[in-house]
């Protein structure tokens, strides 16, 4: 039973570039979230998507979007890099009314 | 001021030592609780799930007092395998919050 994954596991971006993450969730689960995670902080929420819509948005600029599709799996864009985007970006899943979430191994994006 | 607060940390215990994790979260409308424990450089894997009346995992207790908004996780007879960062977790709606982690570090 494959669980989250994540790709790719690095990327390296220059400033002002566009970037797109990918994710399939664990089988059997429909709902996806993002997280951002920058370093030495803990994981902050960037939207969930459930349905093929942004359920939920956390404190992220528009430059952030997101799209799922019909198989569950999901994408994260993030449009103008700036440095500050560096970071780890997590991938959770979950099965719609359950609490319990299962993180990927995470994309380890780096802006220059 | 932040939705889920832990103990700064690190804690630098010797191995069979007891250490405990406190974490306190504002809002009060939180339905759900966790710790969550993440290797370095690693996704955070669930440790486990914490209830009002108290639940223990082998050498893990977890406590959740609602009242106070304050959630623990103890760990008796430390391993090096325990080494790691806890992160405490709360649910309000779909989002997970995460605090800033406490890292632990067991020696021999």
């Known amino acids: 039973d494959a669980g989250v994954t994540q790709s790719p596991t690095h990327l390296i971006k220059t400033r002002g570039q566009q970037v797109t993450l990918r994710c399939s969730p664990k089988?059997?689960?429909?709902?996806v979230s993002w997280y951002q995670q920058a370093l030495g902080q803990g994981p902050q929420f960037i939207f969930q998507?459930?349905?093929?819509?942004?359920?939920q948005r956390g404190n992220f600029p528009d430059r952030f979007s997101g799209h799922q599709f019909p198989n569950y799996s999901s994408e994260l864009n993030v449009n103008a890099l700036l440095l500050g985007d560096s970071a780890l970006y997590l991938c959770?899943?979950?099965?719609?009314?359950?609490?319990?979430?299962?993180f990927g191994q995470g994309t380890r994006l780096t802006v220059v | 001021r932040k939705e889920v607060e832990q103990d700064p940390g690190p804690f630098n215990v010797p191995e069979g030592a007891t250490v405990a994790f406190n974490c306190t979260y504002s809002?009060?409308?939180?339905?759900?609780f966790f710790w969550y424990r993440q290797d370095c450089r690693k996704e955070p894997k669930l440790l486990m799930s914490?209830?009002?009346s108290g639940n223990e995992d082998g050498r893990f207790t977890a406590q959740l007092n609602r009242a106070s908004q304050y959630i623990s996780l103890l760990i008796r007879d430390s391993k090096l395998s325990d080494s790691a960062t806890y992160l405490c977790?709360?649910?309000?709606?779909?989002?997970?919050?995460f605090g800033k982690g406490t890292s632990l570090l067991v020696t021999p």
């Open positions: 959770a899943s979950s099965l719609i009314g359950q609490n319990e979430a299962f």
């Open positions: 089988s059997g689960h429909d709902t």
């Open positions: 998507y459930y349905e093929e819509e942004e359920r």
């Open positions: 809002n009060s409308a939180s339905q759900s």
């Open positions: 914490v209830y009002s």
């Open positions: 977790v709360v649910n309000a709606g779909y989002a997970l919050n």
